[in-house]
């Protein structure tokens, strides 16, 4: 059964960083793509960046380009969002998502991914 458990979010001034994990159980991350999805209050879904299964694709949706970073640990089955330089509008409840694919051919697409964990919150605010 896939999980997916993300911690790390929490309230933060502009300017700061936090560091997103998403503990993953019941598949194997190799062969799955991995995403960070975040939703704000009445906006859509936006994927903020996501990796591939082989860990040789990256993507960053151009609103967290140079700020974001993405990484993965395979052998600790968890892959991981650093956050830099927070904005206001980064302000969201950030999932994490995967999909049985190395990797996506949409890949700014939330409809995507087929399994979601339950998401943390993300307060950018002074």
């Known amino acids: 059964q896939v999980q997916l458990v993300e911690s790390g979010g929490g309230l933060v001034q502009p300017g700061g960083s936090l560091r997103l994990s998403c503990a993953t159980s019941?598949?194997?991350?190799?062969?799955?793509?991995i995403g960070w999805v975040r939703q704000a209050p009445g906006k859509e879904r936006e994927v903020v960046s996501c990796?591939?299964?082989?860990?040789?694709?990256?993507y960053y949706a151009d609103s967290v380009k140079g700020r974001f970073t993405i990484s993965r640990d395979n052998a600790q089955n968890t892959v991981y969002l650093q956050m830099n330089s927070l904005k206001s509008e980064d302000t969201a409840v950030y999932y994490c998502?995967?999909?049985?694919?190395?990797?996506?051919?949409?890949?700014?697409?939330?409809?995507?991914?087929?399994?979601w964990g339950q998401g943390t919150q993300v307060t950018v605010s002074s």
């Open positions: 998502a995967t999909t049985p694919s190395v990797w996506l051919l949409r890949v700014s697409d939330p409809g995507q991914y087929d399994y």
């Open positions: 990796i591939s299964g082989n860990n040789s694709n990256t």
């Open positions: 019941g598949f194997t991350l190799d062969y799955y793509t």
